[in-house]
């Protein structure tokens, strides 16, 4: 398919930055860009490599020329800190990873939440009030999903990290009335239990080599749907052992895109199209 022609801008063009070091990687310019030129939004989408002491500068006077854009690691918690109107996801997480100029006011959103808890809703089937989690790995990513699922009203969440001191910080953090919220330093200490669901937010999936987060002939955890927050091109060995038996399973393009969508509502006030999205991802 070949790709629409990139509108030329213009004076009134609205600039959307991801902030962050490395950004080159990133494949949200590719399916904003994409978005925006299904639509004919007139904006454009651009990665800026940026240090600790560029971001503040180089956020507001995006957001303040009627922009906005994304910020990446390593400057979530500096992003947080420096937008005006923190949405209340970025209050409990300490992160900020979507930011915007609305009524005068640079507000700042983590949509790390929304799009976790739509890529939950999606493999489960169904709403996840009263499900089971076990969820691998206790990093940033870690903290959107358990701020999510806190959020839907999970009935328990297990959080199992080799650092059990960091799941034992993240269990502390989302503490909430009807929540129960335990940590273990791996999942075999769960041994015999039985689980909705199984979300890896570790890195492990990255690389070629890497082992299973949760390896289902190792251990005797039960788990009745995966979520990986890892995305690879070809998808990532754990959903594909876990579809093959049988499993709802979805890697981490998922929760990509529904950040993104949550991202560009904010940003333009309406729906992203999802079907373009996916295929300009898969180009
Ligand atoms: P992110 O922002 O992507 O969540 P992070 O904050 O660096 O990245 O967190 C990475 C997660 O992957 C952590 O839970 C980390 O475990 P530790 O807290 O013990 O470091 C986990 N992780 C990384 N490499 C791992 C490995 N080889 N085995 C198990 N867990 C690993």
């Known amino acids: 398919m070949s790709a629409a022609p990139a509108p030329t801008p213009t004076a009134g063009t609205r600039l959307f930055a991801l902030l962050g070091d ?11 860009n994409a978005a925006l030129r299904a639509l004919g939004l007139d904006g454009v989408y651009v990665a800026l490599r940026c ?34 109107r923190p949405s209340d996801a970025v209050r409990r997480t300490g992160a900020c990873n979507a930011y915007w100029l609305e009524d005068g ?16 809703s999606l493999v489960l089937g169904r709403a996840p009030a009263g499900a089971r989690v076990l969820l691998l790995g206790a990093g940033g990513a870690a903290s959107a999903v358990v701020c999510a699922l806190a959020d839907a009203g999970v009935e328990r969440i ?36 039985r689980f909705d669901l199984a979300v890896n937010t570790t890195s492990l999936g990255l690389k070629p080599g890497d082992p299973l987060p949760l390896d289902p002939d190792a251990t005797r955890v039960e788990i009745g749907a995966a979520l990986d927050v890892v995305y690879t091109r070809t998808g990532t060995r754990w959903t594909d052992e876990m579809r093959a038996r049988g499993l709802p399973a979805i890697d981490g393009k998922e929760m990509l895109i529904q950040q993104g969508a949550a991202a ?6 309406m729906d992203p199209p999802l079907d373009v999205i996916r295929v300009a991802l898969e180009e």
């Open 22 to 32: 490395p950004v080159s990687h990133s494949l949200s310019p590719t399916f904003q």
């Open 51 to 84: 240090g600790a002491d560029e971001l503040p500068g180089l956020l507001r006077g995006i957001a303040r020329a009627g922009g906005g854009g994304n910020v990446t690691v390593p400057h979530k918690a500096l992003a947080a800190a420096t937008v005006e």
């Open 105 to 120: 006011a640079i507000h700042g959103d983590n949509t790390d939440v929304a799009g976790a808890a739509a890529a939950v």
């Open 158 to 193: 297990a959080i199992a990290n080799r650092t059990v001191e960091r799941a034992g910080g993240l269990a502390e953090r989302y503490r909430a009335p009807g929540v129960r919220i335990d940590v273990a330093d791996s999942a075999d200490a769960l041994s015999g239990e």
């Open 264 to 269: 560009f509502r904010r940003w333009w006030g």
